[in-house]
T-cell receptor
Framework: EAQVTQNPRYLITVTGKKLTVTCSQN?????MSWYRQDPGLGLRQIYY???????DKGDVPEGYKVSRKEKRNFPLILESPSPNQTSLYFC????????????FGSGTRLTVV | QKEVEQNSGPLSVPEGAIASLNCTYS??????FFWYRQYSGKSPELIMS????GDKEDGRFTAQLNKASQYVSLLIRDSQPSDSATYLC??????????FGAGTTVTVRA
């Protein structure tokens, strides 16, 4: 089944404790992206990647890191999480070019206390 | 100005009626437009894409695009309770950045 897989689905952590949210897609997609979703603010892009080793900042990159060492994987790293990073996070992938929309993973609900 | 703006809603319609959702975007060079549906607690699901001015129909859904007015809309005909969800308008600002509106929540009353 074609899908984007994120883990974990739920995560509660403490301020300052480094964490990684994994994302993997099995569709051989070129593009991958991370979004966060907050009430009233909608989906905001954190980082995106156009291909292996090619990444760029989205609208809200502060406090996040990403890497794209393999085409299928695009982990999101929070080096020192803070409470304002409590949110619902989605990883997404697309075949490439603006002709295609993104396919989303199931989401990771992160709470930072 | 936000890149993509939607009616904040919520929008309540009776079963069998037409639900009309609106979206405006700020970047005149945008070429690709999408509508996503998101059920509560779930991830967004792509339901429509449109690239040319005019209407595009897919089952009970019709997307309408007017690039001169920078306006995209989604019509849901014969609305069903299963259509109750939040609908997200998305626009490519460039080849890589897909920007979303805040969404319009639709409730279909049985």
């Amino acid at each position: 089944e074609a899908q984007v897989t994120q883990n974990p689905r739920y995560l509660i952590t403490v301020t300052g404790k480094k964490l990684t949210v994994t994302c993997s897609q099995n569709m051989n997609h070129e593009y991958m992206s991370w979004y966060r979703q907050d009430p009233g603010l909608g989906l905001r892009q954190i980082y995106y990647s156009m291909n292996v080793e090619v990444t760029d900042k989205g609208d809200v990159p502060e406090g996040y890191k990403v890497s794209r060492k393999e085409k299928r994987n695009f982990p999101l790293i929070l080096e020192s999480p803070s409470p304002n990073q409590t949110s619902l996070y989605f990883c997404a992938s697309s075949p490439g070019t603006s002709s295609y929309g993104y396919t989303f993973g199931s989401g990771t609900r992160l709470t930072v206390v | 100005q936000k890149e993509v703006e939607q009616n904040s809603g919520p929008l309540s319609v009776p079963e069998g009626a037409i639900a009309s959702l609106n979206c405006t975007y700020s970047d005149r060079v945008s070429q690709s437009f999408f509508w996503y549906r998101q059920y509560s607690g779930k991830s967004p699901e792509l339901i429509m894409s449109i690239y040319s001015n005019g209407d595009k129909e897919d089952g009970r859904f019709t997307a309408q695009l007017n690039k001169a007015s920078q306006y995209v809309s989604l019509l849901i005909r014969d609305s069903q309770p299963s259509d109750s969800a939040t609908y997200l308008c998305a626009v490519y600002a460039n080849d890589y950045k897909l920007s979303f509106g805040a969404g319009t929540t639709v409730t279909v009353r049985a």
